[in-house]
Protein backbone atom coordinates (compact mmCIF):
# COMPACT_ATOMS: atom_id res chain seq x y z
CA UNK A 1 0.00 0.00 0.00
CA UNK A 2 2.18 2.88 -1.21
CA UNK A 3 1.45 6.38 -0.79
CA UNK A 4 0.03 6.73 -4.25
CA UNK A 5 -2.59 3.93 -4.22
CA UNK A 6 -3.57 5.70 -0.82
CA UNK A 7 -4.17 8.65 -2.21
CA UNK A 8 -7.09 7.44 -4.82
CA UNK A 9 -8.37 4.86 -1.98
CA UNK A 10 -9.59 7.71 0.18
CA UNK A 11 -11.90 9.38 -2.41
CA UNK A 12 -13.03 6.41 -3.08
CA UNK A 13 -14.59 5.89 0.23
CA UNK A 14 -15.59 9.31 0.48
CA UNK A 15 -17.90 8.35 -2.68
CA UNK A 16 -19.06 5.22 -1.00
CA UNK A 17 -20.01 7.65 2.08
CA UNK A 18 -21.85 10.17 0.00
CA UNK A 19 -24.27 6.95 -1.60
CA UNK A 20 -24.93 5.56 1.41
CA UNK A 21 -25.76 9.26 2.75
CA UNK A 22 -28.23 9.26 0.06
CA UNK A 23 -30.53 7.19 1.29
CA UNK A 24 -31.80 9.72 4.23
CA UNK A 25 -32.18 6.77 6.99
CA UNK A 26 -30.50 5.90 9.96
CA UNK A 27 -28.70 2.73 8.49
CA UNK A 28 -26.94 4.92 6.14
CA UNK A 29 -26.30 7.67 8.34
CA UNK A 30 -24.00 4.59 9.87
CA UNK A 31 -22.30 3.00 7.33
CA UNK A 32 -21.63 6.39 5.83
CA UNK A 33 -19.99 7.73 8.99
CA UNK A 34 -18.26 4.39 9.21
CA UNK A 35 -16.70 4.88 5.53
CA UNK A 36 -15.82 8.29 6.57
CA UNK A 37 -13.76 7.01 9.35
CA UNK A 38 -12.36 5.18 6.55
CA UNK A 39 -11.50 8.21 4.82
CA UNK A 40 -9.41 9.56 7.48
CA UNK A 41 -7.57 6.36 7.94
CA UNK A 42 -6.16 6.25 4.68
CA UNK A 43 -5.12 10.04 4.91
CA UNK A 44 -3.32 9.53 7.79
CA UNK A 45 -1.33 6.11 6.74
CA UNK A 46 -0.56 8.14 3.11
CA UNK A 47 0.84 10.97 4.79
CA UNK A 48 2.86 8.51 7.31
CA UNK A 49 3.84 7.03 4.14
CA UNK A 50 5.01 9.64 2.23
CA UNK A 51 7.18 11.70 5.14
CA UNK A 52 10.71 11.93 4.67
CA UNK A 53 10.03 12.71 0.68
CA UNK A 54 7.93 15.50 -1.19
CA UNK A 55 6.14 14.99 -4.43
CA UNK A 56 4.63 17.88 -5.55
CA UNK A 57 2.37 15.95 -8.08
CA UNK A 58 1.44 13.79 -5.19
CA UNK A 59 0.33 15.98 -2.51
CA UNK A 60 -2.02 18.03 -5.55
CA UNK A 61 -3.26 15.31 -6.55
CA UNK A 62 -3.87 14.37 -2.75
CA UNK A 63 -5.77 17.59 -2.31
CA UNK A 64 -7.58 18.03 -5.40
CA UNK A 65 -8.76 14.36 -4.89
CA UNK A 66 -9.55 15.06 -1.01
CA UNK A 67 -11.91 18.08 -2.13
CA UNK A 68 -13.86 15.93 -4.65
CA UNK A 69 -14.56 13.60 -2.31
CA UNK A 70 -15.98 15.73 0.41
CA UNK A 71 -17.94 17.47 -2.32
CA UNK A 72 -19.34 14.29 -2.93
CA UNK A 73 -20.23 13.72 0.64
CA UNK A 74 -21.92 16.98 0.62
CA UNK A 75 -23.88 16.23 -2.49
CA UNK A 76 -24.94 12.38 -0.58
CA UNK A 77 -26.38 14.73 2.23
CA UNK A 78 -28.02 16.58 -0.10
CA UNK A 79 -29.75 13.77 -2.19
CA UNK A 80 -30.78 12.42 1.42
CA UNK A 81 -32.63 15.93 2.85
CA UNK A 82 -33.95 15.74 -0.69
CA UNK A 83 -35.56 12.19 -0.35
CA UNK A 84 -36.22 12.91 3.34
CA UNK A 85 -38.99 16.14 2.59
CA UNK A 86 -36.35 18.84 3.11
CA UNK A 87 -36.75 21.23 0.14
CA UNK A 88 -33.98 23.10 0.72
CA UNK A 89 -31.43 20.65 1.05
CA UNK A 90 -29.61 21.76 -2.08
CA UNK A 91 -29.65 25.64 -1.05
CA UNK A 92 -27.97 24.37 2.43
CA UNK A 93 -25.33 22.55 0.67
CA UNK A 94 -24.73 25.39 -1.85
CA UNK A 95 -23.98 27.48 0.88
CA UNK A 96 -21.68 25.18 3.05
CA UNK A 97 -19.84 24.28 -0.36
CA UNK A 98 -19.13 28.44 -0.66
CA UNK A 99 -18.29 28.21 3.29
CA UNK A 100 -15.84 26.01 2.88
CA UNK A 101 -14.11 27.52 0.08
CA UNK A 102 -13.64 31.03 1.62
CA UNK A 103 -11.85 29.24 4.40
CA UNK A 104 -9.53 26.91 2.18
CA UNK A 105 -8.63 30.43 0.33
CA UNK A 106 -8.86 32.88 3.85
CA UNK A 107 -6.24 30.24 5.73
CA UNK A 108 -3.91 29.75 2.07
CA UNK A 109 -3.53 33.23 1.78
CA UNK A 110 -3.03 34.45 5.27
CA UNK A 111 -0.60 31.96 6.09
CA UNK A 112 1.45 32.50 2.75
CA UNK A 113 1.29 36.10 4.14
CA UNK A 114 2.13 35.43 7.39
CA UNK A 115 5.05 33.40 6.23
CA UNK A 116 8.87 34.59 6.71
CA UNK A 117 10.47 36.26 3.57
CA UNK A 118 13.46 34.80 2.53
CA UNK A 119 16.34 37.30 2.29
CA UNK A 120 17.54 38.26 -0.56
CA UNK A 121 20.59 37.48 -2.35
CA UNK A 122 23.52 39.79 -2.59
CA UNK A 123 24.66 41.22 -5.96
CA UNK A 124 28.00 39.77 -6.29
CA UNK A 125 31.08 42.34 -7.03
CA UNK A 126 33.02 42.13 -10.37
CA UNK A 127 35.87 40.57 -10.53
CA UNK A 128 38.88 42.35 -10.19
CA UNK A 129 39.93 43.27 -13.35
CA UNK A 130 36.68 42.99 -15.00
CA UNK A 131 35.33 45.74 -17.38
CA UNK A 132 32.52 46.44 -14.90
CA UNK A 133 35.56 47.12 -12.20
CA UNK A 134 36.98 50.05 -13.85
CA UNK A 135 33.18 51.93 -14.02
CA UNK A 136 33.46 54.46 -11.11
CA UNK A 137 31.98 53.31 -8.11
CA UNK A 138 32.46 49.82 -8.68
CA UNK A 139 36.33 49.53 -7.31
CA UNK A 140 37.04 45.80 -5.72
CA UNK A 141 38.40 45.25 -2.54
CA UNK A 142 40.60 43.13 -2.05
CA UNK A 143 38.77 40.15 0.41
CA UNK A 144 40.57 39.42 3.63
CA UNK A 145 39.64 36.01 5.24
CA UNK A 146 42.15 35.59 8.16
CA UNK A 147 39.73 34.48 10.73
CA UNK A 148 41.82 36.14 13.57
CA UNK A 149 41.23 39.54 12.05
CA UNK A 150 37.60 38.87 12.05
CA UNK A 151 37.56 37.43 15.60
CA UNK A 152 39.50 41.09 16.32
CA UNK A 153 36.61 43.00 15.06
CA UNK A 154 33.36 40.95 15.76
CA UNK A 155 34.82 39.90 18.81
CA UNK A 156 34.14 42.34 21.35
CA UNK A 157 30.67 43.72 19.48
CA UNK A 158 29.48 40.10 19.74
CA UNK A 159 30.22 40.89 23.58
CA UNK A 160 27.92 43.91 23.80
CA UNK A 161 25.13 42.57 21.92
CA UNK A 162 22.15 41.72 24.47
CA UNK A 163 21.37 37.74 23.95
CA UNK A 164 17.89 36.68 22.18
CA UNK A 165 15.02 35.97 24.03
CA UNK A 166 13.66 32.64 23.89
CA UNK A 167 11.21 31.98 22.06
CA UNK A 168 8.12 31.65 24.27
CA UNK A 169 6.27 27.84 24.19
CA UNK A 170 2.82 27.91 23.88
CA UNK A 171 0.80 25.37 26.14
CA UNK A 172 -0.51 22.16 24.15
CA UNK A 173 -3.45 23.01 24.82
CA UNK A 174 -3.13 26.21 22.98
CA UNK A 175 -1.75 24.73 19.81
CA UNK A 176 -4.62 22.24 19.66
CA UNK A 177 -7.67 24.85 20.06
CA UNK A 178 -5.36 26.45 17.02
CA UNK A 179 -5.96 23.50 15.51
CA UNK A 180 -9.35 23.28 16.01
CA UNK A 181 -10.34 26.45 15.10
CA UNK A 182 -9.28 26.10 11.62
CA UNK A 183 -11.78 23.44 10.84
CA UNK A 184 -9.86 20.44 9.65
CA UNK A 185 -11.25 18.03 7.64
CA UNK A 186 -11.18 15.52 10.72
CA UNK A 187 -13.39 17.68 12.56
CA UNK A 188 -15.42 18.51 9.43
CA UNK A 189 -16.09 14.60 9.30
CA UNK A 190 -17.30 14.61 12.86
CA UNK A 191 -19.80 17.46 12.40
CA UNK A 192 -21.18 15.10 9.24
CA UNK A 193 -21.71 12.41 11.39
CA UNK A 194 -23.61 13.61 14.31
CA UNK A 195 -25.33 16.03 12.78
CA UNK A 196 -26.42 12.78 10.14
CA UNK A 197 -27.50 10.65 13.02
CA UNK A 198 -28.52 13.21 15.56
CA UNK A 199 -29.96 16.25 13.32
CA UNK A 200 -30.97 16.49 9.57
CA UNK A 201 -29.23 17.33 6.58
CA UNK A 202 -30.00 21.39 7.63
CA UNK A 203 -28.65 21.53 10.70
CA UNK A 204 -25.39 19.54 9.34
CA UNK A 205 -24.66 22.10 6.86
CA UNK A 206 -26.01 25.17 9.03
CA UNK A 207 -23.53 23.24 11.46
CA UNK A 208 -20.55 23.53 8.69
CA UNK A 209 -20.74 27.04 8.03
CA UNK A 210 -20.41 28.26 11.68
CA UNK A 211 -17.07 26.20 11.79
CA UNK A 212 -16.11 27.39 8.37
CA UNK A 213 -16.29 31.30 9.61
CA UNK A 214 -14.97 30.75 12.82
CA UNK A 215 -11.69 29.24 10.94
CA UNK A 216 -12.40 32.18 9.12
CA UNK A 217 -12.40 34.64 11.90
CA UNK A 218 -9.22 32.79 13.97
CA UNK A 219 -7.17 32.68 10.68
CA UNK A 220 -7.71 36.85 10.11
CA UNK A 221 -6.62 37.43 13.87
CA UNK A 222 -4.13 35.11 14.27
CA UNK A 223 -2.77 33.98 10.93
CA UNK A 224 0.09 31.60 10.75
CA UNK A 225 2.45 30.18 8.29
CA UNK A 226 1.19 27.51 5.55
CA UNK A 227 2.14 24.45 7.02
CA UNK A 228 1.73 21.85 3.89
CA UNK A 229 -1.99 21.92 1.66
CA UNK A 230 -4.99 22.86 3.93
CA UNK A 231 -6.86 20.51 4.86
Known sequence: MTSAVLTRIAPVAAVLAAVWFSAGDTRG??????????????????????AGRRDALEEWLAVVLGRLGEYAVYAGLAVGGALAGEDE??????????????????????????????????????RE??????????????????????????????????????????????GALREAAAFPRPLRFAVIAVGALAADARVTFIALMVGCAIAVTAALADPRPERGPVG
Open 89 to 126: AWAWAAGALIALALRDSVLEGEGRRAAPVPPAAGVPAP
Open 29 to 50: ALVGSALLGAVLVADRVRAAAA
Open 129 to 174: GSPLARLPGMETVPERTDPGLADELLGPRRAQEPRRAAPVRRPAAV
